[in-house]
């Protein structure tokens, strides 16, 4: 294999935070410590690495950390959690991969970097918010905390109410630079964590936040493409994708060009979401220039880095 090809390794949310688990900290770091064994496959081949991660479950308790504080502490916005959330998994996944590094006896550096992200002020979500955040409420508790906090919700029939925020599409990683440096010279780097932090940019050219969350998997085709790597491996809890899911007639893909998986998900095979948003930005980073994308699990990780198993996206 090619020596020092760059990859971003995009870990799902069951790497940190599986399902039907409880989720402590205790939890959180000693799954975090088996799911960075995947990752040392990728070194020990030679490749120079970005990683992601998802904070869903993370920033909903830091949410509700923040409601049931309300009348104690100073309300935390959005952002400032994804901002704190992103800072506390890099941590472990800083400390996780050190330890993995030292006791496989392997000379490299991993830093976390809070990574923001510029979207459009005129992106469509911004005044659709449809992405559901935090705790399940009843009509009774919803509308006092919606007049308190000036929240968007919505009602889901059979479950209850919900906070909707936007969903804006990433754009642009305004700590690329700095990023793609430290990946170049073999710095293990881990960024965009939950998407990153949504800002956009105004008329003067200066940066500012907003409340919303950006998909994790969209994010990292952004910054696979603004580091200039040439693969992307999507990490989730299937082995492959699949079409016709849950049917008789269900079929799992390997390696798929790109085209013909475009044609699959404008067939509507992918469900906004489920797999959509990582077939998307499988589609996206090929679109950029990418080589590859691999979606694959934690566990064929090591088959899916030699094309042995998992869906592999292609020119």
């Known amino acids: 294999m090619t020596k020092n090809k760059t990859a971003v390794i995009a870990l799902g949310g069951n790497a940190i935070s599986p399902k039907g688990e409880i989720d402590t900290i205790a939890n959180q770091f000693n799954n975090t410590r088996k799911s960075l064994s995947a990752i040392m496959h990728f070194l020990h081949?030679?490749?120079?690495?970005?990683?992601?991660?998802?904070?869903?479950?993370?920033?909903?308790?830091?949410?509700?950390?923040?409601?049931?504080s309300i009348d104690k502490a100073p309300v935390l916005p959005l952002g400032i959690c994804v901002a704190d959330t992103?800072?506390?998994?890099?941590?472990?996944?800083?400390?996780?991969?050190?330890?993995?590094?030292?006791t496989d006896k392997f000379d490299?550096?991993?830093?976390?970097i809070i990574t923001q992200v510029v979207v459009d002020t005129d992106d469509p979500s911004i005044n659709n918010p449809?992405?559901?955040?935090?705790?399940?409420?009843?009509?009774?508790?919803?509308k006092g905390l919606t007049e308190k906090f000036g929240w968007q919700v919505r009602e889901v029939p059979g479950k209850g109410w919900r906070r909707v925020v936007p969903s804006?599409?990433?754009?642009?990683?305004?700590?690329?630079?700095?990023?793609?440096?430290?990946?170049?010279i073999g710095i293990i780097v881990i960024?965009?964590?939950g998407g990153g932090i949504p800002v956009f940019i105004m008329d003067n050219g200066l940066y500012e936040g907003f409340d919303a969350v950006i998909d994790k998997d969209l994010a990292s085709a952004v910054l696979a493409r603004d580091i200039e790597a040439q693969e992307l491996f999507i990490l989730t809890d299937v082995d492959q994708v699949a079409i016709n899911y849950g049917?008789?007639?269900?079929?799992?893909?390997g390696?798929?060009?790109?085209?013909?998986?475009?044609?699959?998900f404008d067939e509507g095979q992918f469900p906004p979401g489920n797999m959509g948003p990582k077939v998307q930005a499988a589609l996206n980073f090929i679109e950029y220039g990418g080589q590859s994308v691999t979606i694959t699990s934690l566990e064929m990780v090591q088959k899916g880095l030699f094309g042995q198993k998992g869906t592999i996206v292609i020119p």
């Open 247 to 253: 049917q008789s007639n269900e079929e799992k893909l």
């Open 168 to 184: 804006p599409i990433p754009r642009q990683i305004i700590n690329r630079k700095a990023i793609k440096h430290l990946v170049d």
């Open 86 to 102: 992103e800072g506390g998994m890099g941590y472990m996944i800083e400390q996780s991969l050190q330890n993995a590094l030292i």
């Open 45 to 68: 081949e030679g490749y120079h690495l970005a990683i992601t991660h998802g904070n869903g479950p993370q920033v909903g308790n830091a949410l509700l950390r923040v409601e049931l």
């Open 130 to 142: 449809t992405k559901y955040i935090g705790s399940w409420y009843t009509g009774d508790e919803i």
């Open 191 to 193: 960024a965009a964590g």
């Open 255 to 264: 390696t798929i060009h790109v085209n013909d998986l475009k044609a699959l």
């Open 108 to 112: 490299r550096e991993v830093v976390s």
